[in-house]
């Protein structure tokens, strides 16, 4: 046989080895098609559907069909003082101090009159009442030159005045003026992260997710029913989930089981 043969005759039979090889390699699988509709994060995957919002509303409004502040007023400008005093506080004890300053002073005049120490002897029982005090006197010198001793119906003139925010801004145009604006405390915080109502990193984000979530025909008490249900149902360290009415709506993973199911 010719070398041209030779060469020839090896180019089409493989080598045992090599050809055993090959049989025994497997086939790659082909790569699963992504699914459909898969959600971008885990936020997302968790919101609230816009049917489950209103469900969950419902409820609320079912149990408390008129619900308000626990803060004690019976002005504007009460709810106003109130709400500055309320940082950091507690709602009974803003209203243990108040019980006593407003039947003495509770207007921006009065308040002015007692002075800064003076307001301090009413107030001192709350925390931070130095830089409270000092914020409520400015406020009330604003109100007389500037808005003729009343509190203004205006976000940007609320938030213009010494220690007012625009959480407490948003809590006076709502409960004083029955605007539909959504206070973000530290409750409402956390009952729109846990249950997929409006999941946000800052308090700002999670108001304009609420006031996007929100149907128009809760958006007025909305503050007061997510407020009540953090204080005294989804609460931080144990959430009293067996007895909540909306458990079945909610995305929380860490749900805190009943005694069935302990």
């Not at 604003?142 to 609320?158: F, M, Q, S, T, Y």
């Not at 109502?197 to 308090?203: E, F, I, R, S, Y």
């Not at 909305?222 to 009293?240: D, M, N, Q, S, T």
Request: glycine letters at 6%; proline letters at 9%.
């Amino acid at each position: 046989m010719s070398t041209a043969a030779r060469k020839g005759a090896g180019a089409r039979t493989p080598a045992p080895r090599a050809a055993a090889a090959a049989q025994a390699r497997p086939a790659k699988a082909p790569r699963p098609p992504k699914a459909a509709g898969k959600p971008r994060s885990r936020a997302r995957a968790g919101r609230l559907t816009p049917a489950e919002v209103h469900e969950l509303f419902s409820r609320l409004r079912e149990l408390n069909p008129h619900p308000t502040t626990e803060l004690e007023y019976s002005t504007p400008f009460e709810l106003l003082v109130a709400v500055a005093l309320s940082a950091q506080a507690t709602d009974v004890g803003v209203n243990r101090a108040t019980r006593r300053l407003f039947p003495v002073a509770n207007t921006p005049q009065a308040i002015l009159a007692l002075g800064e120490e003076g307001l301090k002897r009413y107030i001192n029982t709350i925390g931070l009442y130095n830089a409270k005090a000092a914020n409520i006197i400015a406020t009330c010198r604003i109100l007389l030159e500037k808005h003729g001793g009343e509190v203004p119906r205006d976000r940007e003139a609320l938030e213009a005045l010494p220690g007012v925010g625009r959480k407490t801004a948003n809590v006076v145009l709502n409960t004083a003026f029955g605007e539909p604006t959504i206070a973000v405390d530290t409750h409402i915080f956390r009952v729109s992260n846990r249950t997929g109502l409006a999941p946000g990193k800052d308090v700002r984000v999670v108001e304009e997710g609420l006031l996007r979530a929100v149907p128009e025909e809760f958006r007025k008490d909305a503050h007061h029913w997510l407020i009540l249900h953090g204080r005294y149902v989804c609460k931080a360290r144990r959430p009293e989930c067996p007895r909540c009415v909306i458990r079945d709506l909610c995305r929380f993973p860490d749900k805190t089981p009943g005694p069935a199911e302990a």
